[in-house]
């Protein structure tokens, strides 16, 4: 189970209630496994999938918004070390940027590369108009 918590001085608080429950099912002093790492911004990761909308919907090079993110975190250069398949040729896997594989802070990076990367794309889009729209839809 996953729960978002707070720091208050030396200790975690429930951030939410959801979060409160379930930390209250366990007794006091009991021991707990704990996985800590930053929250990721979910409007940051909604304003990328905006303007994938947004883009898709403004093309017909690719046929699903899965396509388009794909090609996007490869122009990007969003991809792991490539592989060498058995004859050769040379294979990129994109990363991932899913809330459990991807930190705020390898999504802040990811983010204006993915910006530029839709750019070099589809360069008949307008930057600042895409922007705009973008921070429109997304609000």
Known sequence: MKIVVSKYGRGLMPANRKAEE???????????????????????HRKLFAMLQLVFESQEKYPTIEHL??????????????????NGTLVYVPKSID??????????????????????LLPHLDAMELEDEVDEFAA
């Open 69 to 86: 993110l794909t090609a996007v975190k490869l122009e990007a250069g969003w991809y792991h070390d490539a592989l060498v398949e058995w």
């Open 22 to 44: 379930l930390i209250g099912k366990y007794a006091d002093g009991e021991l707990l496994t704990v996985d800590l790492r930053p929250a990721r911004n979910v409007a940051h």
């Open 99 to 120: 809330f459990e594989k991807c930190s705020q802070h390898g999504f802040d990076e990811f983010y204006p590369r993915a910006v530029a990367a839709v750019h070099r």
